[in-house]
């Protein structure tokens, strides 16, 4: 089973940067769905963004704002986020999907990310 470890949360003041990653024991391939989910207190949680082979998507409150990306091995997912508002406030979960099979889904523990001034 995959095991994912997100690092990189912590506050920051609106119009800031944070980098988020995810590192995966377990083997990852490409064609597997990684990326990030986000769940802010009172609400459900929500696709941030995802890449498989190559190919990424974003939700669209990013509006350009974020950039994922994963390793030569596709074993580590990175979330670059600029421009953050307090909206994005929230704890991010790293994710991993195989074949639209959810009992195969893989989920970090979560970390925060407080946008604030």
């Known amino acids: 089973q995959v095991q994912l470890v997100e690092s990189g949360g912590g506050l920051v003041q609106p119009g800031g940067s944070l980098r988020l990653s995810c590192a995966a024991s377990g083997r990852i391939f490409s064609f597997y769905v990684m990326g990030w989910y986000r769940q802010a207190p009172g609400k459900q949680r929500e696709l941030v963004a995802t890449?498989?082979?190559?190919?990424?998507n974003y939700a669209d409150f990013v509006k350009g704002r974020f950039t994922i990306s994963r390793d030569n091995a596709q074993s580590t997912v990175t979330l670059q986020m600029n421009s953050l508002e307090p909206e994005d406030t929230a704890v991010y979960y790293c994710?991993?999907?195989?074949?639209?099979?959810?009992?195969?889904?893989?989920w970090g523990q979560g970390t925060l990310v407080t946008v604030s001034s």
């Open positions: 994710y991993v999907g195989r074949g639209n099979i959810p009992a195969l889904d893989a």
């Open positions: 890449v498989t082979s190559g190919r990424k």
